[in-house]
């Protein structure tokens, strides 16, 4: 990659970032994660508009205070984070991903089958909708479990569809459990395939951390449009997204944020200056974390129904909600939490509520950290926007109203 290069990047949309207690910084797409190391933040936050990589090679490196072996190393970052989709070509020009597989995706699809609930309910869903003779496209057929259940309950042809390195997997799987003169594996993003022939059953888990940021809308909207069937049916069916205002332990909140003494601590270790981070860490943002690691924090609320989303009468990829509740005690709001319960089909669902969610639940939870805490009096309004389209993933804001009471609230 050099310096003159011409292209403008931008960061990919729906990115999410998830903060390591060492403050290395792992991006989530729609496909895998990727390791953006102690730089992410700032790299992340430099192409927020489209950039040249030598303009902001320039601009961090002098912000940075980096050497020419810190130079060297954020290159290599940039480079990888390119290659791997996080930093997009801004013109628009989209390549299916090159890279083998990673370790990370490995670890990815290993976690998803280890989750035995999550496959369960899915291999369920597939058989009480699949009828004999029917024509299914799996839209991100990953490991390929989905379209192998469609195979096996019935289906006269299966397009598997997968843009990533995971299709040739997916290929070897399917020859392995002798569907492959059933299944045809179709290697790119689906809203650019066009099928032989219209589906009667679409199949897509792809539903994230947070719930939507995988373009769920979008892509159900385009097969809907393209590759399905007038009346076809949907696994999953339905999908809710449940958010939870919370007060973040202080104690957590410091391992998820960037404070003066991680800057000073990281320049002893590393030689580097990393004060920047600290305004970066004064936005807002999401983090994941796992159901069971936030049982015991302090819930502000009930949980509030922020979207209720049926794949078959879906006419809309823009979702802008704001609904009411109430402060069960009084304290400070400095995290909305976000999860969700799929209708997966026939009688199986799946939930990734705090509480609900078994520990070896593959999914995260979604924690949007407010930039400013809100202070909540005990019977006070509270007043939740919940906003999500394609070009800004979720986006959550939080009011109060009235006057508050003087007892808790169970």
Aim: hydrophobic content about 45%; proline content about 4%.
């Amino acid at each position: 990659m050099s310096h003159r290069d011409t292209i403008r990047w931008v960061r990919a949309k729906g990115l999410k970032l998830e903060l390591l207690g060492d403050g290395r910084v792992l991006a989530w797409l729609s496909w895998h994660s990727v390791d953006a190391g102690i730089w992410g933040l700032a790299i992340v936050e430099a192409f927020a508009a489209p950039a040249r990589i030598g303009d902001v090679l320039e601009s961090l490196g002098g912000r940075l205070e980096l050497d020419a072996s810190g130079q060297a190393r954020l290159e290599e970052t940039l480079r990888q984070l390119c290659r791997e989709g996080v930093l997009v070509d801004a013109s628009g020009a989209q390549a299916a991903p090159s890279w083998e597989m990673s370790f990370v995706e490995v670890g990815d699809q290993s976690a998803m089958l280890n989750d035995r609930e999550r496959t369960e309910a899915l291999l369920e869903a597939v058989t009480a909708t699949v009828r004999e003779g029917d024509v299914v496209v799996d839209i991100g057929t990953g490991n390929g479990v989905l379209a192998l259940a469609a195979a096996n309950a019935g289906a006269r042809r299966v397009y598997a569809i997968e843009a990533s390195s995971l299709a040739e997997l997916a290929e070897q799987v399917f020859v392995a459990n002798r569907v492959d003169d059933r299944v045809t594996l179709v290697r790119d993003w689906s809203t650019r395939v066009t099928l032989p022939e219209k589906a009667d059953v679409v199949v897509s888990e792809i539903i994230g951390h947070d719930p939507l940021a995988e373009n769920l809308l979008e892509v159900m909207l385009d097969a809907k449009a393209r590759l399905l069937k007038p009346g076809a049916r949907f696994v999953p069916q339905a999908l809710e997204v449940w958010a939870q205002p919370l007060e973040v332990p202080e104690s957590v909140l410091a391992s998820l944020t960037f404070s003066s003494e991680d800057v000073v601590r990281w320049q002893s270790w590393y030689d580097l200056n990393f004060a920047p981070l600290l305004e970066i860490g004064r936005k807002p943002q999401w983090i994941f974390v796992r159901p069971y690691e936030i049982v015991g924090w302090t819930r502000m609320s009930d949980e509030l129904l922020v979207a209720d989303v049926e794949l078959a009468t879906l006419t809309s990829p823009v979702i802008e909600t704001t609904v009411s509740g109430m402060a069960k005690r009084s304290g400070r709001v400095n995290g909305v939490l976000l999860y969700f319960r799929m209708a997966a089909g026939g009688d199986a669902f799946i939930s990734t509520k705090p509480g609900f969610a078994r520990s070896s639940c593959s999914w995260k939870n979604a924690l949007w950290l407010l930039p400013e805490p809100v202070q909540v009096e005990v019977g006070q309004g509270l007043e939740l926007r919940y906003r999500y389209g394609s070009s800004m993933g979720s986006e959550v804001s939080l009011s109060v109203s009235g006057v508050g009471s003087a007892d808790e609230i169970d």
